[in-house]
């Protein structure tokens, strides 16, 4: 048997070094990198042992489609593409206290009440304080399986005792271990070889497995990016603990579509869904306010329509300040440097701050334009025209251009009362819901600010 070699394996990213440092290269962290015990070296010649024969088959191979199971929570079966698929494994993180695990308990108690078998495990919590979590928003009569363990091979063993459940929840995989992993449990090792065993069992018995995964300070989920690679879908609740909304979102999904969100509103009974979240988010909103643009977005499939706020004020430092929530701060420097090169708006020495309001993330190009018209009316103390939408791409020569799905943002801001939208040029060819006010350049916009001739350069 050949000699294995020592592997130090960072416990925040998985990186492997082949001694001990102090600061991981990849991510950057401190006191991460432990050394794990070395796995045995498979030895050359592998070809010369024989083993079984794998089953191949041709592209046109037909097979039923995988049956789903609906959750009752429409907001969490749409993120997951229709339902829960059987078979699959999914990967849920979040901030601490931000509603995992009541939202999973909320879906299994439903899915147990039409009579689909039920499992929850909790390595961090004792079964009466699932019970009283249960007790308090309503689903103490639902028939599922509460466990408190952490030892997998206890877990596996106990769920093929009681004759598999259909759906399974491990809350969390940080906190399970393998005996046969000579390491402490949430380290690199620990969590994949937890992970691999739970997914195959999901494969082998055709049951749905939820994760729930600790996130790091950066919003990653912790542990070896490898975890996200095997699941079959990784889902991130985004949201400010302190703030009524919360946000799942999927990140990937063998089954439906990526980059999906749903809405819950956190409430004394658990998480309520929110099926008209636009309505929500513009709920609180007041018209006639310098500084505001309503942003007609696409979250997955979804049109969303939200409020993004700018506040530009003089500035007393030597650097301004650039404050960002919501959205990506690199691109609102991209919008200012453009706003002052190509149309001489003079911003660059007033502090900045942008906020997209109600706790949501946007990551689509197309609210430049939105950004923008919020920065100018912020600045020149001028709202923008009532009942006005806006979306479009910003180019660094100062154009506006087109993005996908308008029709569906322009049917949703009729919906929702809106009369006109400031859009990209070249969409009014066709009959819309409201009135279309066209740009292809940036410097079109401006003229709805008059006050701005006397702030340029």
Same mark, same amino acid.
């Given at each position: 048997m050949a000699k294995s070699e020592p592997r130090y394996v960072c416990q925040g990213c998985g990186a492997l070094y082949r001694r001990w440092q102090g600061r991981c290269d990849d991510c950057g962290e401190w006191n991460m990198i432990l050394l794990e015990a070395p796995r045995q070296v498979v030895p050359k010649g592998l070809s010369a042992g024989k083993g079984q024969v794998i089953g191949f088959s041709p592209l046109d191979h037909a097979e039923s489609e995988a049956p789903r199971w609906l959750t009752g929570i429409g907001e969490l079966d749409r993120v997951l593409g229709g339902g829960l698929v059987a078979g699959s494994a999914?990967?849920?993180?979040?901030?601490?206290?931000?509603?995992?695990?009541?939202?999973? =308990?909320?879906?299994?108690?439903?899915?147990?009440?039409?009579?689909?078998?039920?499992?929850?495990v909790s390595g961090e919590e004792a079964t009466g304080q699932i019970a009283m979590r249960a007790r308090r928003i309503g689903l103490q009569d639902s028939p599922v399986r509460l466990a408190a363990a952490t030892n997998l091979r206890d877990i596996v063993?106990?769920?093929?005792?009681?004759?598999?459940?259909?759906?399974?929840?491990?809350?969390?995989?940080?906190?399970?271990?393998?005996?046969?992993?000579?390491?402490?449990? +949430?380290?690199?090792?620990? $969590?994949?070889?937890?992970?691999?065993? =739970?997914?195959?069992?999901?494969?082998?018995?055709?049951?749905?497995?939820?994760?729930?995964?600790?996130?790091?300070?950066?919003?990653?989920?912790?542990?070896?990016?490898?975890?996200?690679?095997?699941?079959?879908?990784?889902?991130?609740?985004? +949201?400010?603990?302190?703030?009524?909304?919360?946000?799942?979102?999927? $990140?990937?999904?063998?089954? +439906?579509?990526?980059?999906?969100? +749903?809405?819950?509103?956190?409430?004394?009974? /658990?998480?309520?869904?929110?099926?008209?979240?636009?309505?929500l988010f513009l709920g609180s909103r007041s018209g006639n306010v310098s500084g505001a643009a309503v942003f007609a977005g696409m979250e997955g499939t979804r049109p969303l329509l939200v409020e993004i706020q700018a506040l530009v004020a003089p500035s007393s430092l030597g650097t301004p300040r650039r404050a960002v929530v919501g959205w990506d701060s690199g691109r609102l420097a991209m919008i200012i440097a453009v706003l002052e090169a190509r149309c001489g708006v003079a911003i660059g020495m007033n502090d900045v701050y942008l906020n997209v309001a109600g706790g949501l993330r946007i990551g689509e190009p197309a609210a430049d334009l939105a950004v923008a018209a919020a920065l100018v009316?912020?600045?020149?103390?001028?709202?923008?025209?009532?009942?006005?939408?806006?979306? /479009?791409?910003?180019?660094?020569?100062?154009?506006?251009?087109?993005?996908?799905?308008?029709?569906?943002?322009?049917?949703?801001?009729?919906?929702l009362g809106f009369s006109q939208a400031l859009v990209p040029a070249g969409l009014g060819q066709r009959q819309q819901p409201i009135r279309l006010a066209e740009f292809d350049r940036l410097t079109q916009l401006l003229d709805l600010f008059p006050d701005l001739t006397r702030r340029r350069n």
């Open positions: 999914i990967l849920i993180g979040g901030d601490p206290g931000i509603g995992k695990s009541t939202l999973l =308990l909320q879906a299994v108690a439903e899915l147990a009440r039409k009579g689909v078998t039920c499992a929850y063993t106990s769920l093929e005792a009681g004759g598999f459940p259909r759906v399974v929840v491990i809350d969390s995989i940080q906190t399970m271990f393998a005996d046969n992993i000579e390491s402490a449990p +949430g380290t690199v090792a620990q $969590v994949r070889a937890a992970s691999q065993e =739970l997914i195959r069992l999901a494969k082998q018995e055709e049951m749905a497995v939820f994760l729930v995964g600790h996130v790091t300070k950066e919003g990653q989920i912790a542990g070896p990016r490898v975890v996200e690679h095997m699941v079959d879908t990784v889902l991130y609740f985004e +949201g400010d603990r302190g703030h009524q909304f919360r946000i799942l979102r999927a $990140v990937k999904n063998r089954f +439906g579509p990526t980059d999906e969100i +749903g809405v819950f509103a956190m409430t004394d009974k /658990g998480l309520s869904e929110v099926p008209n979240p636009s309505a009316s912020s600045l020149t103390d001028t709202p923008l025209p009532e009942e006005t939408v806006v979306f /479009g791409e910003i180019s660094l020569a100062g154009e506006v251009r087109p993005v996908g799905q308008a029709e569906a943002r322009l049917k949703e801001a009729a919906k």
